[in-house]
C-alpha cells in the first residue's frame, strides 16, 4: 500500500463546477499537507499548504485536513478552464520538513 | 527572476550513451532533488542534496549518479541509460532552516528519451 493514494483521474467537469480533489494518506504523523499544481509541460507549483486539521481558503481553494480520517481535500469554487492542471498533494515525513511524500496527482479538466 | 533551469528540455538517446542533465538555481538553496515523472506513478525522488558534498539516495537511485561542487548547481548523470529510464525529469530547490514546511521550487522538467 502506497504512503498516499491520489486518484489519478481524469476528472472532467464544466465550467463553474465545485471541483473536490482528494488524497488518502497511512500515517498519521504527518503533520504539513501541500497541493501543488502542474500545468501541461511545466512543473509543479505549491497552491496551498495546511498544518494538522482544519480548513485554509485563498480565493477560490480551500483545503481541507482531516486527520482522524487520514484525508485531505482540496475544494475549487466556480471551476475555470484555466484550472486545467494535475493536482499533487504531498506531505512531510514527521521528521523532515524538506522531504516531501507525493500523491501520484489528478488531472482536472474544466470544459468550457 | 527566482527559478530552476534545467538543460536539455528534451532528450532522445540511445541505451548505453552516457549523458548528463544539468540543473541550477539562483534562490541560494540548501537543498536540491532530483524526481522523474512516470503516468500514474507520480513523483518519485531520485537523488537529494541537503548541501555541497552532500547526496543522498531517494527512493529510485538505480542507474543514476548526482553530484554537488556548487550550491547552486546539482547535475543528473546516467552513465549508461536504458529504456526504462525514459521518463519526464524534473528538478527542485528548497531551503532547509525553518520548522515549517518547505516549499519545493521545481524546474520546467527534461523529457528523456531512449530507445
Known amino acids: 500500500q502506497k504512503e498516499v493514494e491520489q486518484d489519478p483521474g481524469p476528472l472532467s467537469v464544466p465550467e463553474g463546477a465545485i471541483v473536490s480533489l482528494n488524497c488518502t494518506y497511512s500515517?498519521?504523523?504527518?503533520?504539513?499537507f501541500m497541493w501543488y499544481r502542474q500545468y501541461s509541460r511545466k512543473g509543479p507549483e505549491l497552491l496551498m499548504y495546511t498544518y494538522s486539521s482544519g480548513n485554509k481558503e485563498d480565493g477560490r481553494f480551500t483545503a481541507q485536513v482531516d486527520k482522524s480520517s487520514k484525508y485531505i481535500s482540496l475544494f475549487i469554487r466556480d471551476s475555470q478552464p484555466s484550472d486545467s492542471a494535475t493536482y499533487l498533494c504531498a506531505m512531510n515525513p514527521p521528521d523532515s520538513n524538506y522531504q516531501l511524500i507525493w500523491g501520484a496527482g489528478t488531472k482536472l479538466i474544466i470544459k468550457p | 527572476e527566482a527559478q530552476v533551469t534545467q538543460n536539455p528540455r528534451y532528450l532522445i538517446t540511445v541505451t548505453g550513451k552516457k549523458l548528463t542533465v544539468t540543473c541550477s538555481q539562483n534562490?541560494?538553496?540548501?537543498?536540491m532533488s532530483w524526481y522523474r515523472q512516470d503516468p500514474g506513478l507520480g513523483l518519485r525522488q531520485i537523488y537529494y542534496s541537503m548541501n555541497v558534498e552532500v547526496t543522498d539516495k531517494g527512493d529510485v537511485p538505480e542507474g543514476y549518479k548526482v553530484s554537488r561542487k556548487e550550491k547552486r548547481n546539482f547535475p543528473l548523470i546516467l552513465e549508461s541509460p536504458s529504456p526504462n529510464q525514459t521518463s519526464l525529469y524534473f528538478c527542485a530547490s528548497s531551503i532547509l532552516a525553518g520548522k515549517s514546511h518547505n516549499e519545493q521550487f521545481f524546474g520546467p522538467g527534461t523529457r528523456l528519451t531512449v530507445l
Open positions: 500515517n498519521s504523523a504527518f503533520q504539513y
Open positions: 534562490m541560494n538553496h540548501e537543498y
